[in-house]
Nanobody
Framework: QVQLVESGGGLVQAGGSLRLSCAASGRFFSINAMGWYRQGPENARELVASITGGGSTNYADSVKGRFTISRDSAKNTVNLQMNSLKPEDTVVYYC???????????????WGPGTQVTVSS
């Protein structure tokens, strides 16, 4: 079983910054990609940023230049530094990790419970 726990959400004024963190724990062999998605009450879950095991990153156009994703593979953690926050960034953010339980095995995507980010204008 794999557990992902997010932290760092909260309330911030427009233009401010927040740093989200996510730690993966449990019995697994390896983690490949990790990332952050977000979802509003009436929208589908959308990619914010992802990072592969090799460190390659991908960002949604709406956050490029403002958000930075990073990871510590030794600690199984992924972080999202969010700068220049806007009111439209207000939604729930979810961490995910692609995990395998044996060498050469299939990858399974696991999700954290989510953390609320609220940006006031």
């Amino acid at each position: 079983q794999v557990q992902l726990v997010e932290s760092g959400g909260g309330l911030v004024q427009a233009g401010g910054s927040l740093r989200l963190s996510c730690a993966a724990s449990g019995r697994f062999f390896s983690i490949n990609a990790m990332g952050w998605y977000r979802q509003g009450p009436e929208n589908a879950r959308e990619l914010v940023a992802s990072i592969t095991g090799g460190g390659s990153t991908n960002y949604a156009d709406s956050v490029k230049g403002r958000f930075t994703i990073s990871r510590d593979s030794a600690k199984n953690t992924v972080n999202l530094q969010m700068n220049s926050l806007k009111p439209e960034d207000t939604v729930v953010y979810y961490c995910n990790a692609d995990v395998t339980f044996r060498p050469g095995g299939p990858w399974y995507r696991h999700w954290g419970p989510g953390t609320q980010v609220t940006v006031s204008s």
